[in-house]
């Protein structure tokens, strides 16, 4: 790399150093209510079944989705 491009790189970046980065002010709190195992097997049931069951549906059905030959 030559010494104009590492001068212009660094005339790019050196402002964006310079800025200040604000933080946020989130500040949370324990929950309520804790989640039952019911609910937390109905949450991760229906997360399996929203991304398996499409995909399953692709894979069983491959052979009607290619082109006839």
């Given amino acids: ?3 104009l491009t590492s ?3 660094r005339g790019l970046t ?3 150093r310079r800025l200040p980065v604000p933080r946020a002010k989130v500040h949370s709190m324990p929950p ?3 989640l039952g195992t ?3 097997a109905i949450a991760l049931t229906s997360c399996f079944v929203s ?3 499409p995909a ?3 894979l069983s059905h491959l052979e009607d989705y290619k082109r006839p030959e």
């Fill in 1 to 3: 790399m030559s010494v």
């Fill in 7 to 9: 001068l212009l790189l």
């Fill in 14 to 16: 050196g402002s964006a």
């Fill in 32 to 34: 309520e209510e804790e």
């Fill in 38 to 40: 019911l609910e937390k």
């Fill in 51 to 53: 991304l398996f069951l």
């Fill in 56 to 58: 399953g549906w692709i």
